[in-house]
């Protein structure tokens, strides 16, 4: 009963084998078209989402969104003035967040598109690069179809260490009688084809991965700008920053890791990149395997290979990774402005704080001299007030004391022919009334006061 469940087993063994090996070579043959219908998916669905995303229902359904946002998130801020007072600042936070948010919802459909072809050209200069290739976009969209067309063709030829009269494809009792003669040879032809054959289709996908996100990226963005608006919702437009950067950063690796695999895999075949893709590259015609000491190497590469494409969004995760702590938040632009702006508000009001003091101070100042000079100015006045009366008496107290010496005398100084008193040196008659004895009274009248 145990022998026979062995041979049982074993049988079905064989059959897997010879079914895997039946299919993989169709397989192999097959993805050559696939991949033209890949290129055509790509175009396609490039196109689509960039029609809808610049059609008028897609932004009018964004234009009632933003309009709504922004205008409950004024009124909010209205009201908090109205409470608490109305700040200048907070007012310039406000405005600008709203009009860079309308900006950017405005440039959507112009920069987004930009950045993304901005990363194929990079991509493309890397591969160029890498492989030696001169620079042309057809070249770097050509190499995935011919690389995947060389491992086909390399994978039809690959065949076990039988017989040719043995090695019938189409009669499957032959390729038993093989089976059964060296079992290693065909587990070692299924397990290349196998790995050939998911590799293949690792580099389709990964080809086709970065434009089928990056559709994604472009449709639901401009849906999640608006919500930058408020703090507690702005997590949706940074969450989807953080996508579209990891999309940017995923094309670039993605032509980095494929150049590098498209440069083991020739080096290994003894060829180079130019010959794989203007065509002239001959693939030798793979010897008969008869254990895995053949296949060894080829095998390491392309698992090399496909561990690295399949690690391609780990590479571009890890890169935007950093923008979750290091800034890829549109609040810290508009938190900088503010900083910005309030900065300049309380410099300008230092400065008219400032100005306010010295012109305080001036004013004390000129009140103080005012002040002063009012009290000078009321002294003069009183102590003229007084000053005429007492010049006027002692003026006339003068004149009665030289009227009285001139009675006294009768007269002798006129009839002795002397001169009359007080004549200046101008011959004139200088009286009681002039300026010297005018000064002299005063004096004296000073003085007397």
Same mark, same amino acid.
């Given at each position: 009963?145990?022998?026979?469940?062995?041979?049982?087993?074993?049988?079905?063994?064989?059959?897997?084998?010879?079914?895997?090996?039946?299919?993989?070579?169709?397989?192999?043959?097959?993805?050559?078209?696939?991949?033209?219908?890949?290129?055509?998916?790509?175009?396609?669905?490039?196109?689509?989402?960039?029609? #809808? =995303?610049?059609?008028?229902? $897609?932004?009018? %359904?964004?234009?009632? +969104?933003?309009? !709504?946002?922004? &205008?409950?998130?004024?009124?909010?801020?209205?009201?908090?003035?109205?409470?608490?007072?109305?700040?200048?600042?907070?007012?310039?936070?406000?405005?600008?967040?709203?009009?860079?948010?309308?900006?950017?919802?405005?440039?959507?459909?112009?920069?987004?598109?930009?950045?993304?072809?901005?990363?194929?050209?990079?991509?493309?200069?890397?591969?160029?690069?890498?492989?030696?290739?001169?620079?042309?976009?057809?070249?770097?969209?050509?190499?995935?179809?011919?690389?995947?067309?060389?491992?086909?063709?390399?994978?039809?030829?690959?065949?076990?260490?039988?017989?040719?009269?043995?090695?019938?494809?189409?009669?499957?009792?032959?390729?038993?009688?093989?089976?059964?003669?060296?079992?290693?040879? #065909? =587990?070692?032809?299924?397990? $290349?084809?196998? %790995?050939?054959?998911? +590799?293949?289709? !690792?580099?389709? &996908?990964?080809?086709?991965?970065?434009?089928?996100?990056?559709?994604?990226?472009?449709?639901?963005?401009?849906?999640?700008?608006?919500?930058?608006?408020?703090?507690?919702?702005?997590?949706?437009?940074?969450?989807?920053?953080?996508?579209?950067?990891?999309?940017?950063?995923?094309?670039?690796?993605?032509?980095?890791?494929?150049?590098?695999?498209?440069?083991?895999?020739?080096?290994?075949?003894?060829?180079?990149?130019?010959?794989?893709?203007?065509?002239?590259?001959?693939?030798?015609?793979?010897?008969?395997?008869?254990?895995?000491?053949?296949?060894?190497?080829?095998?390491?590469?392309?698992?090399?290979?496909?561990?690295?494409?399949?690690?391609?969004?780990?590479?571009?995760?890890?890169? #935007?990774?950093?923008?979750?702590?290091?800034?890829?938040?549109?609040?810290?632009?508009?938190?900088?402005?503010?900083?910005?702006?309030?900065?300049?508000?309380?410099?300008?009001?230092?400065?008219?704080?400032?100005?306010?003091?010295?012109?305080?101070?001036?004013?004390?100042?000129?009140?103080?001299?005012?002040?002063?000079?009012?009290?000078?100015?009321?002294?003069?006045?009183?102590?003229?007030?007084?000053?005429?009366?007492?010049?006027?008496?002692?003026?006339?107290?003068?004149?009665?004391?030289?009227?009285?010496?001139?009675?006294?005398?009768?007269?002798?100084?006129?009839?002795?022919?002397?001169?009359?008193?007080?004549?200046?040196?101008?011959?004139?008659?200088?009286?009681?009334?002039?300026?010297?004895?005018?000064?002299?009274?005063?004096?004296?009248?000073?003085?007397?006061?």
């Amino acid at each position: 009963m145990t022998a026979v469940s062995r041979s049982a087993r074993g049988a079905a063994f064989s059959l897997v084998l010879i079914a895997l090996v039946c299919v993989a070579l169709p397989a192999h043959a097959g993805l050559g078209d696939a991949f033209s219908v890949v290129d055509k998916y790509e175009t396609q669905i490039v196109e689509r989402v960039t029609q #809808v =995303v610049k059609g008028p229902e $897609m932004k009018r %359904v964004i234009a009632t +969104l933003f309009t !709504v946002m922004a &205008a409950s998130l004024f009124l909010m801020k209205c009201a908090g003035w109205a409470l608490r007072g109305f700040q200048l600042d907070d007012m310039v936070y406000t405005m600008m967040q709203i009009l860079l948010t309308g900006a950017m919802i405005s440039s959507f459909p112009v920069v987004v598109p930009a950045i993304f072809d901005a990363s194929l050209y990079v991509g493309h200069i890397m591969l160029s690069g890498i492989t030696g290739l001169s620079y042309d976009p057809q070249h770097a969209s050509t190499l995935p179809r011919a690389l995947v067309q060389m491992m086909v063709d390399y994978g039809k030829s690959l065949r076990p260490d039988c017989p040719d009269s043995v090695l019938d494809w189409l009669n499957p009792m032959k390729l038993l009688a093989c089976v059964k003669g060296s079992i290693v040879m #065909v =587990v070692a032809t299924v397990a $290349m084809s196998v %790995v050939m054959l998911v +590799l293949c289709m !690792v580099v389709m &996908a990964v080809d086709v991965w970065g434009f089928w996100i990056y559709a994604i990226a472009l449709a639901i963005g401009p849906l999640m700008l608006p919500f930058s608006l408020y703090p507690r919702l702005a997590f949706l437009f940074e969450g989807w920053l953080r996508f579209f950067f990891g999309v940017v950063v995923y094309v670039i690796v993605a032509r980095v890791n494929l150049s590098l695999v498209a440069v083991a895999i020739m080096a290994y075949q003894k060829s180079s990149i130019t010959a794989l893709v203007s065509g002239g590259f001959l693939l030798p015609v793979a010897a008969p395997i008869k254990d895995f000491a053949s296949v060894l190497g080829m095998m390491l590469f392309c698992a090399v290979g496909i561990f690295t494409l399949l690690a391609t969004g780990r590479f571009s995760s890890a890169i #935007v990774a950093g923008a979750a702590a290091g800034g890829l938040n549109l609040g810290s632009v508009v938190s900088k402005t503010k900083q910005v702006v309030q900065k300049g508000v309380k410099e300008r009001q230092q400065r008219r704080q400032q100005a306010s003091h010295r012109d305080r101070m001036n004013a004390a100042y000129t009140d103080r001299l005012v002040r002063t000079s009012d009290i000078v100015e009321d002294y003069a006045e009183n102590t003229l007030q007084r000053l005429p009366s007492k010049v006027i008496w002692a003026e006339v107290s003068r004149r009665k004391a030289e009227r009285a010496a001139r009675s006294s005398n009768g007269g002798q100084g006129s009839r002795r022919g002397g001169r009359p008193p007080n004549r200046g040196t101008n011959g004139r008659n200088n009286g009681p009334n002039s300026g010297p004895q005018r000064r002299s009274g005063r004096s004296r009248a000073g003085g007397s006061t």
